[in-house]
């Protein structure tokens, strides 16, 4: 149980295209997801808080602009990169919270990740 | 973000032998001491978890040590394996405070036969 998976796995895009990337809880509710990014060899930084019906909350320096987050249903939360460029290139990483009553309120199940290459 | 340091940066250990990883962090609200395994190219995956009620916790190979005055605590991986090879997080949270976890600098274990 507990699976999140994220779609696409690699993208390779074009400067100033836009990039959209999936993440989906399978087998469980997320009221909350959240949204890291990880350069090659570096620690996983936490870009933003996304919860369901409500708009997320970004980390101090985290273009929300540049950054397109939606939590539409209890399933699935989108991140957009918008105007992509070089330097946007990273492993993006998002996670859920189960949120059925009686889990472990503190765990976060992470997906695979998402390798985006800009040229 | 408050800082999450972790030693050592890089381990090896040879197969059988027990690998230590310690972590120090700042934020004394932290109530949620978890450490995570990344294996290249995928997520992390919770290895095991800790609340700061309890010093100690023994999950199969893996234990976790809780120093709350000395705001640390580290994973001990008992009888290492090759396959236990991979780069490790601790990632310490405040439940209450939207359950947001700051990961730690990370560790890159190898393990040798």
């Known amino acids: 149980g507990a699976v999140v998976s994220q779609h696409p796995s690699w993208v390779i895009c074009k400067s100033g295209t836009s990039v959209k990337i999936e993440c989906r809880s399978l087998d469980f509710q997320a009221t909350t997801m959240f949204w890291y990014r990880q350069f090659p060899k570096q620690s996983l930084m936490l870009m933003a808080t996304?919860?369901?019906?409500?708009?997320?909350?970004?980390e101090q320096g985290v273009e929300k602009d540049k950054f397109l987050i939606n939590h539409a249903s209890l399933t699935l939360s989108t991140l957009t990169v918008t105007s992509a460029h070089p330097e946007d290139s990273s492993f993006y990483i998002c996670?859920?919270?189960?949120?059925?009553?009686?889990?472990?309120?503190?765990?976060?199940?992470f997906g695979p990740g998402t390798r985006l290459l800009v040229l | 973000q408050q800082q999450v340091k972790q030693s050592p940066q890089s381990l090896i250990v040879q197969k059988g032998g027990i690998s230590i990883i310690n972590c120090a962090y700042e934020?004394?609200?932290?109530?949620?001491f978890p450490w995570y395994q990344q294996f290249p190219g995928k997520g992390p995956a919770l290895l095991i978890a800790?609340?700061?009620?309890?010093s100690e916790k023994k999950e199969g190979r893996f234990t976790i040590s809780f120093n709350k005055s000395a705001k640390q605590f580290s994973l001990h991986i008992m009888d290492s394996q090759p396959g236990d090879s991979a780069t490790y997080f601790c990632?310490?949270?405040?439940?209450?405070?939207?359950?947001?976890?700051?990961f730690g600098t990370g560790t890159q274990l190898k393990v040798e036969l």
């Open positions: 996670s859920a919270r189960d949120a059925a009553s009686g889990s472990s309120q503190e765990t976060q199940y």
């Open positions: 934020n004394t609200a932290f109530d949620y």
């Open positions: 990632a310490p949270g405040v439940t209450g405070g939207g359950n947001k976890l700051t």
């Open positions: 800790i609340r700061p009620d309890v």
């Open positions: 996304s919860n369901e019906g409500s708009k997320a909350t970004y």
